[in-house]
């Protein structure tokens, strides 16, 4: 179990990093970054299979196609909707959203399993509303006429990639928890091939758009970001996940994705050389309170549903 909490607040680090990365690599377009990132992060796996433990052998051919369409949808999915919502709502708002994902894979945890009663989620999951309605609210007032509807962009984008986020997790989780589960290096390398194979197919895209005609300072950071983000954020980060995915019961990995929260608002918040506004402290706590309350709800796993209570 330390084991696996380790690799989860490991992920949570890593991971973190994708809320600051799209504004850092700037003037590169984050479509550029994310391209070159996963394109490194299937090198990076391929080298790797060069030993034969990291080799995808012996799995199936359903374990084969689910792992590789992980990597190749699941990532790129999530990382260019997370990107464009951090370049449209600012540091704090798409974290926070994100942040949510615990608590819906608890919920539906709870739905197909009904472990808890409804009503016993009720305050966290209210709390969780109120601290998004804050922030909301204070980034649309705050910002000008002409951003609200960034703003707006980005808030549905952020839920754009809470949706592929959840989905990656499910499937992600149903896989390694299946009877012949395959090996946490072998699924790795597997979905960085996945990711790879969609980035060689994209790389036309990126030349197209001029990704070598910047001087050679922005040329160097982005080349510096691209190489952290493909080998560190994307191998070790998925690595550790995986890891976690498979040691600890998936309310108690769920809730370690807080970390990644808690990380990406720091990061953000670094990048922009700023402490919180009172708002975005009042609803980023609210939100963490939250999702710490109900996630050891379901962790708990000792209340059932009273008669009665859909």
Known sequence: MLIGILGGLLTGA???????????????????????????????????????RFRPSGMTTRQ???????????????????????????????PLITGTAPVLLAVVANLRERTVAWRSIALPLALIVAGLVLVNAHDLR??????????????????????????????????????????????????????????????????????????REVTTRFLAWALGMGVVASWLGTYGWVVASQRLPLALSAQLIVAETVFGLGYGLAFEQRW???????????????????????????LTPEPGIP
């Not at 990093?17 to 550029?32: G, W």
């Not at 792992?67 to 951090?86: D, E």
């Not at 299946?178 to 969609?198: F, I, S, V």
């Open 14 to 52: 890593t991971w973190g990093l994708s809320f600051v990365a799209p504004r850092a690599i700037a003037p590169v377009s984050a479509f550029d970054f994310s391209v070159v990132r996963y394109l490194l992060f299937g090198l990076v796996s391929l080298l790797l299979m060069a030993a034969p």
């Open 64 to 94: 084969l196609v689910l792992g590789g369409a992980l990597g190749a949808f699941g990532y790129f999915g999530y990382f260019l909707a997370i990107s464009y919502a951090v370049l449209f709502a600012g540091a704090v708002l798409p």
């Open 142 to 215: 705050a910002a000008a006429p002409d951003e609200a509807d960034a703003v707006l962009a980005g808030a549905a984008l952020s839920l754009l990639a809470l949706g592929i986020w959840i989905l990656y997790g499910l499937a992600n989780a149903a896989a390694l928890r299946a009877a012949a589960a395959p090996d946490a290096l072998r699924w790795t390398g597997l979905q960085g091939l996945g990711a790879g194979a969609a980035a060689v197919a994209l790389m036309p895209f990126v030349l197209d758009a001029g990704l070598l005609g910047h001087d």
């Open 276 to 302: 919180p506004s009172a708002a975005e402290a009042v609803g980023a706590a609210l939100q963490l309170v939250g999702v710490v309350a109900a996630v050891a709800i379901f962790s708990r796993r000792r």
